[in-house]
């Protein structure tokens, strides 16, 4: 199977946690949108969703589905998105397509995280993936100084702006074996917005596309 048919095989099994009557809580990048599109084929069985990025609002309401503003919102069972790494506690890196800091507040909401992702997204380790962090474009170069003294290089995300008007730096050679201390101390990091480290709220359930089928991982 290609990558693509794992992540389409991963994005139609997410279904099965969608909640009828629920608003659903919609992530970005490849595999979201092959969820979008399945989602679109039950879109008579959900009221709306909310968007984690300015991509995902364009491509639901391009299917007819009611997008709603986050503010509006009180309840949402679950949230379904990809990763770019994932570890065995559900733990992950996010953020490649630079929507980590709008996807940590729509999950934040939702009761269950569902994690889609092909095979190749899972490791033993994170951090072969560089982590992304959001940065307000005057704290760049602080914020990049402090990520070297963790041991990090940052990279500048060259002519990358996000949804919300900042910047993105990609720390390339982090050791992450305390992904939760790490996502907490580089949030500390006054300039920082967040971090694409999920792991002090990761995922709840993950749905791993292989040559062997979807294989299902509940948070340990
Ligand atoms: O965090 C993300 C976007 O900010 C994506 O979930 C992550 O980059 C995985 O993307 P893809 O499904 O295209 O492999």
Redesign the pocket.
């Known amino acids: 199977m290609t990558q693509d048919e794992l992540?389409q095989a991963v994005a139609r099994a997410a279904l099965a946690y969608v909640v009828p009557d629920a608003i659903v809580g919609v992530?970005?990048?490849?595999?979201?949108n092959f969820f979008i599109d399945a989602l679109a084929e039950m879109k008579d069985r959900i009221p709306a969703a909310v968007a984690s990025s300015e991509a995902t609002r364009k491509r639901l309401e391009g299917h007819g589905i009611r997008v709603l503003d986050l503010n509006e919102v009180s309840e949402m069972p679950i949230y379904v998105?990809?990763?770019?790494e994932v570890n065995a506690r559900l733990h992950m890196i996010?953020?490649?397509?630079?929507?980590?800091t709008r996807?940590k507040i729509v999950a934040a909401v939702a009761t269950k995280f569902v994690c889609i992702a092909d095979a190749s997204k899972q490791v033993e380790v994170m951090g072969r993936f560089p982590l992304p962090v959001e940065v307000i474009p005057m704290a760049r170069a602080h914020v990049a100084r402090q990520l070297a003294k963790l041991g990090g290089r940052p990279a500048l995300r060259e002519g990358f702006v996000t949804d919300n008007g900042n910047l993105i730096l990609d720390v390339h050679g982090l050791a992450i074996d305390d992904p939760e201390a790490l996502e907490a101390e580089i949030n500390q990091i006054v300039g920082v917005v967040t971090n694409g480290l999920f792991a002090l709220r990761g995922a709840d359930v993950l749905l791993l596309g292989t040559a062997d089928g979807v294989k299902t991982f509940v948070k340990p």
């Open positions: 992540k992530g970005t990048g490849s595999t979201a998105d990809g990763a770019d996010k953020g490649g397509g630079g929507a980590l996807e």
